[in-house]
Protein backbone atom coordinates (compact mmCIF):
# COMPACT_ATOMS: atom_id res chain seq x y z
CA UNK A 1 0.00 0.00 0.00
CA UNK A 2 1.13 3.76 -0.72
CA UNK A 3 -0.04 6.78 1.30
CA UNK A 4 -2.03 9.29 -0.71
CA UNK A 5 0.38 11.82 -0.01
CA UNK A 6 4.32 11.71 -1.00
CA UNK A 7 6.29 10.72 1.68
CA UNK A 8 10.04 12.04 1.66
CA UNK A 9 11.92 10.07 4.56
CA UNK A 10 14.52 11.72 6.56
CA UNK A 11 16.86 9.06 8.42
CA UNK A 12 19.23 10.18 10.83
CA UNK A 13 22.68 8.37 10.79
CA UNK A 14 25.02 10.68 12.48
CA UNK A 15 25.29 9.61 15.98
CA UNK A 16 29.22 8.18 16.82
CA UNK A 17 27.25 4.95 18.63
CA UNK A 18 30.60 5.12 21.18
CA UNK A 19 29.62 1.92 22.62
CA UNK A 20 29.88 -0.02 19.97
CA UNK A 21 33.50 0.65 20.79
CA UNK A 22 34.99 0.29 17.15
CA UNK A 23 36.06 2.63 14.41
CA UNK A 24 33.31 1.30 11.89
CA UNK A 25 30.02 4.12 13.05
CA UNK A 26 27.49 2.35 14.18
CA UNK A 27 24.88 2.48 11.56
CA UNK A 28 27.01 0.65 9.38
CA UNK A 29 27.19 -2.61 11.79
CA UNK A 30 25.49 -5.45 10.24
CA UNK A 31 22.89 -7.57 10.41
CA UNK A 32 21.75 -10.36 8.17
CA UNK A 33 24.96 -9.39 6.08
CA UNK A 34 23.53 -5.82 5.68
CA UNK A 35 24.29 -2.48 7.59
CA UNK A 36 21.54 -1.59 10.05
CA UNK A 37 20.27 1.67 8.18
CA UNK A 38 19.99 -0.58 5.19
CA UNK A 39 17.81 -2.37 6.92
CA UNK A 40 15.59 0.91 7.93
CA UNK A 41 15.88 1.90 4.69
CA UNK A 42 13.99 -0.39 2.94
CA UNK A 43 11.43 -0.50 6.01
CA UNK A 44 10.94 3.02 4.60
CA UNK A 45 10.78 1.43 0.98
CA UNK A 46 7.95 0.30 1.61
CA UNK A 47 6.46 3.94 1.42
CA UNK A 48 7.83 4.74 -1.42
CA UNK A 49 9.09 7.62 -0.83
CA UNK A 50 9.71 10.46 -2.74
CA UNK A 51 12.99 11.44 -1.65
CA UNK A 52 15.32 10.04 1.23
CA UNK A 53 18.02 12.23 3.14
CA UNK A 54 20.45 10.21 5.33
CA UNK A 55 21.43 12.89 7.77
CA UNK A 56 25.02 11.94 8.77
CA UNK A 57 27.82 12.69 10.73
CA UNK A 58 30.47 10.78 12.74
CA UNK A 59 32.32 8.44 9.73
CA UNK A 60 30.32 10.05 7.44
CA UNK A 61 32.17 9.49 4.55
CA UNK A 62 32.02 6.10 4.80
CA UNK A 63 28.16 5.81 5.98
CA UNK A 64 27.70 7.84 2.35
CA UNK A 65 29.84 5.35 0.16
CA UNK A 66 27.95 2.23 2.09
CA UNK A 67 24.70 3.23 1.51
CA UNK A 68 24.67 5.04 -1.85
CA UNK A 69 25.94 1.31 -3.16
CA UNK A 70 22.19 0.18 -1.47
CA UNK A 71 20.59 3.10 -3.06
CA UNK A 72 21.97 6.12 -5.61
CA UNK A 73 19.30 8.11 -5.33
CA UNK A 74 20.05 9.06 -1.09
CA UNK A 75 20.34 12.18 -0.20
CA UNK A 76 23.08 12.79 1.91
CA UNK A 77 23.64 16.32 4.46
CA UNK A 78 25.73 16.55 7.19
CA UNK A 79 25.49 17.39 10.64
CA UNK A 80 28.81 18.63 12.23
CA UNK A 81 28.11 18.76 15.82
CA UNK A 82 25.60 15.93 17.10
CA UNK A 83 23.29 18.46 19.04
CA UNK A 84 20.53 16.24 18.99
CA UNK A 85 17.69 14.96 17.48
CA UNK A 86 15.68 17.93 16.07
CA UNK A 87 19.12 19.12 15.00
CA UNK A 88 19.44 16.68 12.53
CA UNK A 89 16.38 16.88 11.15
CA UNK A 90 16.68 20.54 10.53
CA UNK A 91 19.68 19.46 8.38
CA UNK A 92 17.48 18.06 5.94
CA UNK A 93 15.35 21.10 5.59
CA UNK A 94 17.22 22.98 2.49
CA UNK A 95 17.64 19.05 1.05
CA UNK A 96 13.20 19.28 1.15
CA UNK A 97 12.96 22.54 0.37
CA UNK A 98 9.53 22.84 -1.17
CA UNK A 99 8.58 19.03 -0.41
CA UNK A 100 4.71 19.63 0.09
CA UNK A 101 4.13 16.13 1.15
CA UNK A 102 4.82 13.87 4.81
CA UNK A 103 7.99 13.75 6.40
CA UNK A 104 8.76 10.76 8.05
CA UNK A 105 12.07 10.58 10.66
CA UNK A 106 13.55 6.83 11.26
CA UNK A 107 16.62 6.50 13.60
CA UNK A 108 19.45 4.76 11.09
CA UNK A 109 20.56 2.11 14.45
CA UNK A 110 16.97 1.11 14.74
CA UNK A 111 16.80 -1.54 12.21
CA UNK A 112 13.07 -3.80 12.65
CA UNK A 113 10.45 -1.22 11.72
CA UNK A 114 8.47 -3.08 9.60
CA UNK A 115 6.52 -1.69 6.62
CA UNK A 116 3.38 -2.63 7.86
CA UNK A 117 3.96 -0.31 10.87
CA UNK A 118 4.81 2.63 9.35
CA UNK A 119 1.74 2.24 7.00
CA UNK A 120 -0.51 2.54 10.50
CA UNK A 121 1.30 5.62 10.85
CA UNK A 122 0.30 6.89 7.10
CA UNK A 123 -3.61 5.61 8.12
CA UNK A 124 -3.24 7.85 11.25
CA UNK A 125 -1.84 10.95 9.74
CA UNK A 126 -5.38 10.95 8.01
CA UNK A 127 -6.88 12.29 11.26
CA UNK A 128 -4.16 13.69 13.00
CA UNK A 129 -1.36 16.56 12.24
CA UNK A 130 1.81 14.59 13.89
CA UNK A 131 1.80 10.69 14.41
CA UNK A 132 4.21 8.99 16.58
CA UNK A 133 5.35 5.91 16.74
CA UNK A 134 5.64 4.29 20.71
CA UNK A 135 5.27 0.98 21.94
CA UNK A 136 4.76 -0.31 25.60
CA UNK A 137 8.45 -0.70 27.11
CA UNK A 138 8.79 -3.73 29.80
CA UNK A 139 12.16 -1.71 31.04
CA UNK A 140 11.17 1.89 30.24
CA UNK A 141 14.65 3.15 31.57
CA UNK A 142 15.83 6.27 29.23
CA UNK A 143 12.83 6.57 26.57
CA UNK A 144 11.21 8.87 26.43
CA UNK A 145 7.61 8.95 27.50
CA UNK A 146 4.64 9.55 25.60
CA UNK A 147 2.51 11.41 27.49
CA UNK A 148 -1.44 10.94 26.53
CA UNK A 149 -4.93 12.37 27.48
CA UNK A 150 -7.64 10.53 26.06
CA UNK A 151 -6.80 9.65 22.61
CA UNK A 152 -4.75 12.57 22.05
CA UNK A 153 -0.88 12.62 22.35
CA UNK A 154 0.11 16.19 24.34
CA UNK A 155 3.71 15.62 25.08
CA UNK A 156 7.05 13.56 24.91
CA UNK A 157 9.09 13.59 28.05
CA UNK A 158 12.12 12.51 27.84
CA UNK A 159 13.37 10.65 31.21
CA UNK A 160 16.25 12.71 32.12
CA UNK A 161 13.25 15.38 32.26
CA UNK A 162 10.79 13.61 33.70
CA UNK A 163 8.96 14.11 37.08
CA UNK A 164 8.21 10.88 39.04
CA UNK A 165 4.91 10.66 38.46
CA UNK A 166 6.36 10.63 34.09
CA UNK A 167 8.79 7.98 34.80
CA UNK A 168 6.04 6.07 35.68
CA UNK A 169 4.59 5.86 32.38
CA UNK A 170 5.29 2.74 30.26
CA UNK A 171 4.22 3.92 26.86
CA UNK A 172 7.30 5.39 25.44
CA UNK A 173 8.70 6.91 22.43
CA UNK A 174 10.21 4.81 19.72
CA UNK A 175 11.88 7.94 17.88
CA UNK A 176 9.34 7.42 14.54
CA UNK A 177 7.50 10.19 13.86
CA UNK A 178 5.25 11.37 10.75
CA UNK A 179 3.75 15.03 10.28
CA UNK A 180 3.94 17.33 6.68
CA UNK A 181 7.09 18.21 6.18
CA UNK A 182 5.88 22.47 6.93
CA UNK A 183 4.43 21.61 10.10
CA UNK A 184 7.96 19.49 11.21
CA UNK A 185 10.36 22.39 9.63
CA UNK A 186 8.28 24.97 11.34
CA UNK A 187 8.08 23.32 14.52
CA UNK A 188 11.58 22.31 14.63
CA UNK A 189 12.21 26.15 14.59
CA UNK A 190 10.76 26.73 17.68
CA UNK A 191 12.71 23.95 19.71
CA UNK A 192 15.14 25.18 22.29
CA UNK A 193 17.97 23.47 23.77
CA UNK A 194 16.63 24.10 27.79
CA UNK A 195 17.06 20.81 29.15
CA UNK A 196 18.78 18.22 31.01
CA UNK A 197 20.98 17.35 28.07
CA UNK A 198 21.45 21.39 26.62
CA UNK A 199 20.50 18.88 23.12
CA UNK A 200 17.39 19.96 20.55
CA UNK A 201 14.89 17.23 20.84
CA UNK A 202 13.25 16.20 18.26
CA UNK A 203 10.41 15.21 21.18
CA UNK A 204 9.54 18.78 21.67
CA UNK A 205 7.82 19.46 18.69
CA UNK A 206 4.89 17.03 19.66
CA UNK A 207 4.20 19.90 22.60
CA UNK A 208 5.30 22.83 20.24
CA UNK A 209 2.02 21.45 17.80
CA UNK A 210 -0.22 20.91 20.94
CA UNK A 211 0.32 24.79 22.03
CA UNK A 212 -0.79 25.50 18.38
CA UNK A 213 -4.06 23.58 18.53
CA UNK A 214 -2.39 20.52 15.87
CA UNK A 215 -3.32 17.69 17.25
CA UNK A 216 -0.63 14.65 17.98
CA UNK A 217 -1.42 10.72 18.09
CA UNK A 218 0.14 8.21 19.04
CA UNK A 219 0.33 4.12 17.24
CA UNK A 220 1.75 1.26 18.73
CA UNK A 221 3.97 -1.63 17.59
CA UNK A 222 5.32 -4.27 19.33
CA UNK A 223 8.45 -3.39 21.43
CA UNK A 224 10.81 -6.19 19.49
CA UNK A 225 10.39 -3.46 16.12
CA UNK A 226 11.56 -0.10 18.27
CA UNK A 227 14.95 -2.12 19.30
CA UNK A 228 17.58 -0.03 18.80
CA UNK A 229 21.25 -0.76 19.04
CA UNK A 230 23.87 0.02 20.71
CA UNK A 231 26.16 -1.99 22.00
CA UNK A 232 27.55 -5.25 20.70
CA UNK A 233 25.56 -7.22 22.89
CA UNK A 234 22.31 -5.52 21.68
CA UNK A 235 23.69 -6.00 17.60
CA UNK A 236 24.31 -10.22 18.46
CA UNK A 237 20.91 -10.18 20.51
CA UNK A 238 19.26 -8.75 17.47
CA UNK A 239 21.31 -10.52 14.71
CA UNK A 240 19.62 -13.67 16.38
CA UNK A 241 16.50 -12.02 16.34
CA UNK A 242 16.61 -11.45 13.04
CA UNK A 243 17.91 -15.17 12.29
CA UNK A 244 15.21 -16.53 14.64
CA UNK A 245 12.28 -14.92 12.51
CA UNK A 246 13.98 -15.63 9.21
CA UNK A 247 13.72 -19.01 9.96
CA UNK A 248 10.23 -19.16 10.95
CA UNK A 249 9.85 -17.62 8.04
CA UNK A 250 10.72 -20.20 5.75
CA UNK A 251 9.67 -22.74 7.83
CA UNK A 252 5.94 -21.32 7.05
CA UNK A 253 6.28 -20.18 3.58
CA UNK A 254 7.39 -24.47 3.11
CA UNK A 255 10.95 -24.34 2.89
CA UNK A 256 12.65 -27.77 4.40
CA UNK A 257 14.75 -26.75 6.91
CA UNK A 258 16.61 -29.50 7.91
CA UNK A 259 18.34 -27.94 11.44
CA UNK A 260 16.70 -24.46 11.41
CA UNK A 261 18.48 -23.22 13.82
CA UNK A 262 22.42 -23.53 11.87
CA UNK A 263 20.82 -22.20 9.12
CA UNK A 264 21.79 -18.44 8.29
CA UNK A 265 19.64 -16.17 6.33
CA UNK A 266 21.07 -12.54 4.94
CA UNK A 267 18.51 -9.86 4.86
CA UNK A 268 17.12 -10.37 1.04
CA UNK A 269 17.53 -14.39 0.88
CA UNK A 270 14.73 -16.21 -1.57
CA UNK A 271 14.06 -20.17 -0.87
CA UNK A 272 11.51 -21.09 -2.95
CA UNK A 273 8.81 -23.98 -1.52
CA UNK A 274 10.24 -26.88 -1.17
CA UNK A 275 13.31 -26.09 -1.41
CA UNK A 276 15.61 -28.31 0.78
CA UNK A 277 18.45 -27.07 3.27
CA UNK A 278 20.69 -29.03 5.05
CA UNK A 279 22.35 -28.33 8.41
CA UNK A 280 25.24 -25.69 8.65
CA UNK A 281 24.26 -23.67 5.50
CA UNK A 282 25.01 -19.85 5.43
CA UNK A 283 23.33 -17.80 2.99
CA UNK A 284 25.33 -14.44 2.48
CA UNK A 285 23.37 -11.59 0.02
CA UNK A 286 21.64 -11.65 -3.10
CA UNK A 287 20.69 -15.32 -2.78
CA UNK A 288 17.67 -17.10 -4.83
CA UNK A 289 17.25 -20.75 -4.30
CA UNK A 290 14.48 -21.44 -6.54
CA UNK A 291 11.26 -23.97 -5.69
CA UNK A 292 13.15 -27.73 -5.08
CA UNK A 293 16.37 -27.04 -5.34
CA UNK A 294 18.62 -28.76 -2.19
CA UNK A 295 21.14 -26.88 -0.46
CA UNK A 296 23.40 -30.04 1.20
CA UNK A 297 25.28 -29.42 4.54
CA UNK A 298 27.94 -26.76 5.02
CA UNK A 299 27.44 -24.88 2.02
CA UNK A 300 28.66 -21.01 1.89
CA UNK A 301 26.01 -19.07 -1.17
CA UNK A 302 26.27 -15.83 -1.42
CA UNK A 303 24.97 -13.51 -5.01
CA UNK A 304 24.21 -16.82 -6.63
CA UNK A 305 20.64 -18.02 -8.11
CA UNK A 306 19.53 -21.53 -7.89
CA UNK A 307 17.18 -23.30 -9.96
CA UNK A 308 14.78 -25.68 -9.62
CA UNK A 309 16.24 -29.39 -9.50
CA UNK A 310 19.87 -28.38 -8.78
CA UNK A 311 22.00 -29.94 -6.23
CA UNK A 312 24.75 -28.04 -4.25
CA UNK A 313 26.97 -29.51 -1.80
CA UNK A 314 27.76 -30.68 0.99
CA UNK A 315 30.84 -28.42 1.49
CA UNK A 316 30.67 -26.06 -1.86
CA UNK A 317 30.86 -22.39 -2.27
CA UNK A 318 29.02 -20.26 -4.66
CA UNK A 319 30.02 -17.27 -5.13
CA UNK A 320 29.03 -13.60 -6.91
CA UNK A 321 27.89 -14.60 -10.48
CA UNK A 322 27.45 -18.16 -9.74
CA UNK A 323 24.11 -19.01 -11.89
CA UNK A 324 22.99 -22.51 -11.77
CA UNK A 325 20.45 -23.62 -14.47
CA UNK A 326 17.75 -26.43 -13.74
CA UNK A 327 19.49 -29.74 -12.51
CA UNK A 328 22.62 -28.24 -11.89
CA UNK A 329 25.11 -30.32 -9.98
CA UNK A 330 27.76 -28.68 -7.27
CA UNK A 331 29.48 -31.26 -5.20
CA UNK A 332 31.92 -30.97 -2.63
CA UNK A 333 34.55 -28.58 -1.76
CA UNK A 334 33.82 -27.00 -5.29
CA UNK A 335 33.67 -23.42 -5.66
CA UNK A 336 31.40 -21.50 -8.69
CA UNK A 337 32.38 -17.81 -8.88
CA UNK A 338 30.89 -15.60 -12.02
CA UNK A 339 30.12 -18.89 -13.94
CA UNK A 340 27.00 -21.05 -15.13
CA UNK A 341 26.37 -24.37 -15.43
CA UNK A 342 23.51 -24.65 -17.84
CA UNK A 343 21.46 -27.24 -17.72
CA UNK A 344 22.50 -30.67 -15.97
CA UNK A 345 25.69 -29.92 -16.26
CA UNK A 346 27.96 -31.15 -13.17
CA UNK A 347 30.89 -30.12 -11.22
CA UNK A 348 31.16 -32.90 -8.49
CA UNK A 349 33.94 -32.49 -6.52
CA UNK A 350 37.08 -30.44 -5.59
CA UNK A 351 37.19 -28.08 -8.59
CA UNK A 352 37.37 -24.28 -8.86
CA UNK A 353 35.30 -22.40 -11.80
CA UNK A 354 35.54 -19.15 -11.98
CA UNK A 355 34.42 -16.95 -14.88
CA UNK A 356 33.21 -19.64 -17.05
CA UNK A 357 30.08 -21.04 -18.80
CA UNK A 358 29.65 -24.54 -18.23
CA UNK A 359 27.25 -26.02 -21.25
CA UNK A 360 23.86 -28.19 -21.00
CA UNK A 361 24.84 -31.52 -19.53
CA UNK A 362 28.96 -31.06 -19.39
CA UNK A 363 30.70 -32.70 -16.77
CA UNK A 364 33.58 -31.47 -15.27
CA UNK A 365 35.82 -33.75 -14.05
CA UNK A 366 37.09 -33.64 -10.41
CA UNK A 367 39.94 -31.51 -9.64
CA UNK A 368 39.61 -29.04 -12.51
CA UNK A 369 40.56 -25.45 -12.51
CA UNK A 370 39.71 -22.69 -14.42
CA UNK A 371 43.21 -20.98 -14.33
CA UNK A 372 40.96 -17.11 -14.67
CA UNK A 373 43.38 -15.04 -13.05
CA UNK A 374 46.62 -14.11 -15.58
CA UNK A 375 47.69 -11.69 -11.59
CA UNK A 376 46.15 -8.34 -13.43
CA UNK A 377 43.47 -9.29 -15.55
CA UNK A 378 40.65 -12.24 -15.31
CA UNK A 379 39.71 -14.48 -18.21
CA UNK A 380 36.71 -16.47 -19.45
CA UNK A 381 36.49 -20.50 -20.06
CA UNK A 382 33.82 -21.51 -22.20
CA UNK A 383 33.24 -24.95 -21.74
CA UNK A 384 30.55 -26.41 -24.76
CA UNK A 385 27.48 -28.50 -24.54
CA UNK A 386 27.62 -32.45 -23.41
CA UNK A 387 31.60 -31.74 -22.97
CA UNK A 388 33.53 -33.91 -20.80
CA UNK A 389 36.24 -32.59 -18.56
CA UNK A 390 38.61 -35.59 -17.30
CA UNK A 391 40.02 -34.77 -13.77
CA UNK A 392 42.61 -32.71 -13.22
CA UNK A 393 42.50 -30.58 -15.90
CA UNK A 394 43.97 -27.03 -15.78
CA UNK A 395 41.85 -24.85 -17.97
CA UNK A 396 43.86 -21.72 -18.99
CA UNK A 397 41.37 -18.94 -19.58
CA UNK A 398 40.68 -17.17 -21.93
CA UNK A 399 39.73 -21.14 -23.65
CA UNK A 400 36.91 -22.38 -24.98
CA UNK A 401 36.36 -26.21 -25.12
CA UNK A 402 34.13 -27.30 -27.97
CA UNK A 403 30.61 -29.46 -27.29
CA UNK A 404 30.97 -32.65 -26.77
CA UNK A 405 34.51 -32.31 -27.15
CA UNK A 406 37.02 -34.05 -24.42
CA UNK A 407 39.83 -33.27 -22.31
CA UNK A 408 41.87 -36.37 -20.91
CA UNK A 409 42.71 -36.63 -17.33
CA UNK A 410 45.59 -33.82 -16.15
CA UNK A 411 45.61 -31.84 -19.60
CA UNK A 412 46.52 -27.99 -19.23
CA UNK A 413 44.25 -26.57 -21.86
CA UNK A 414 46.52 -23.79 -23.08
CA UNK A 415 44.45 -23.54 -27.19
CA UNK A 416 40.76 -24.16 -27.97
CA UNK A 417 39.66 -27.24 -28.43
CA UNK A 418 36.90 -27.71 -31.55
CA UNK A 419 33.85 -29.87 -31.15
CA UNK A 420 33.94 -33.18 -30.77
CA UNK A 421 38.03 -33.69 -30.00
CA UNK A 422 39.90 -35.04 -27.68
CA UNK A 423 42.21 -32.51 -25.86
CA UNK A 424 45.28 -34.29 -24.29
CA UNK A 425 48.70 -32.55 -23.34
CA UNK A 426 50.62 -35.41 -20.97
CA UNK A 427 53.80 -36.99 -21.03
CA UNK A 428 53.56 -40.40 -22.67
CA UNK A 429 53.52 -43.39 -19.12
CA UNK A 430 56.84 -45.27 -19.33
CA UNK A 431 57.09 -48.66 -16.66
CA UNK A 432 60.77 -49.33 -15.50
CA UNK A 433 60.48 -52.68 -15.25
CA UNK A 434 61.12 -53.79 -10.78
CA UNK A 435 62.74 -50.57 -10.13
CA UNK A 436 60.76 -49.78 -7.21
CA UNK A 437 61.23 -52.61 -5.28
CA UNK A 438 64.91 -51.80 -6.03
CA UNK A 439 65.02 -48.20 -5.14
CA UNK A 440 63.02 -48.92 -1.94
CA UNK A 441 65.40 -51.36 -0.84
CA UNK A 442 68.33 -48.76 -1.61
CA UNK A 443 66.73 -46.05 0.73
CA UNK A 444 65.69 -48.82 3.72
CA UNK A 445 69.81 -49.96 3.74
CA UNK A 446 70.45 -46.28 3.51
CA UNK A 447 68.14 -45.24 6.78
CA UNK A 448 69.67 -48.34 8.87
CA UNK A 449 73.20 -47.18 7.84
CA UNK A 450 72.52 -43.58 9.55
CA UNK A 451 70.25 -45.06 12.40
CA UNK A 452 73.16 -47.59 13.57
C1 LIG B 1 15.65 9.21 21.44
C2 LIG B 1 14.39 10.00 21.82
C3 LIG B 1 13.63 9.23 22.89
C4 LIG B 1 13.31 7.84 22.42
C5 LIG B 1 14.57 7.13 21.98
C6 LIG B 1 14.24 5.82 21.30
C7 LIG B 1 14.88 12.37 21.51
C8 LIG B 1 15.25 13.63 22.22
N1 LIG B 1 14.77 11.29 22.29
O1 LIG B 1 16.48 9.20 22.60
O2 LIG B 1 12.43 9.89 23.21
O3 LIG B 1 12.66 7.11 23.44
O4 LIG B 1 15.30 7.93 21.01
O5 LIG B 1 15.39 5.12 21.06
O6 LIG B 1 14.67 12.36 20.33
N2 LIG B 1 21.15 11.43 16.20
C9 LIG B 1 21.73 12.22 15.23
N3 LIG B 1 22.16 13.46 15.57
C10 LIG B 1 22.01 13.97 16.81
C11 LIG B 1 21.41 13.16 17.79
C12 LIG B 1 20.98 11.90 17.46
O7 LIG B 1 21.87 11.80 14.09
O8 LIG B 1 22.41 15.11 17.03
C13 LIG B 1 20.70 10.07 15.85
C14 LIG B 1 21.47 9.02 16.60
O9 LIG B 1 22.58 8.59 15.85
C15 LIG B 1 20.42 7.92 16.77
C16 LIG B 1 19.11 8.68 16.83
O10 LIG B 1 19.35 9.94 16.25
O11 LIG B 1 20.37 7.06 15.66
C17 LIG B 1 18.60 8.83 18.25
O12 LIG B 1 19.51 9.56 19.01
P1 LIG B 1 19.90 9.13 20.49
O13 LIG B 1 20.89 10.07 21.01
O14 LIG B 1 20.22 7.69 20.55
O15 LIG B 1 18.51 9.40 21.23
P2 LIG B 1 18.03 8.80 22.57
O16 LIG B 1 18.67 9.53 23.69
O17 LIG B 1 18.16 7.33 22.55
CA1 LIG C 1 19.34 5.68 21.32
Known amino acids: MVSSKPVALVLLAAGQGSRMNSNLPKVLHQIGAAPLAVHALRAASTLEPEKSVVVT ?11 SKHDDELIFVRQTEQNG ?3 AVDQARAALDGFTGD ?3 LYGDTPFVSGETLQSMVDARETADVVVLGFNAKDPGRYGRLITNGTSLDAIVEAKDATPEQLAVTLCNSGVVMCAAQTMFELIADVKNENASEEYYLTDIIGLARARDLTAVAVTCDEAETLGINTRRELAAAEAAFQARKRTEALEDGVSLASPESTFFAYDTVLGRDAVIGPNVVFGPDVTVESGAEIKAFSHLEGCHVSQGAVVGPFARLRPGAELEEGAKVGNFVEIKNATLA ?12 DAHVGAGANVGAGTITCNYDGV ?7 GAGAFIGSNT ?31 SRVRQTNKTGLARKLMQMLRAKKMKKDA
Open 343 to 354: EGAKVNHLSYVG
Open 57 to 67: GHGAEMVETTL
Open 394 to 424: LLVAPVEVGAEAMTGSGTVVTEDVPDGDLAL
Open 85 to 87: TAH
Open 103 to 105: VVV
Open 377 to 383: FKHRTVI
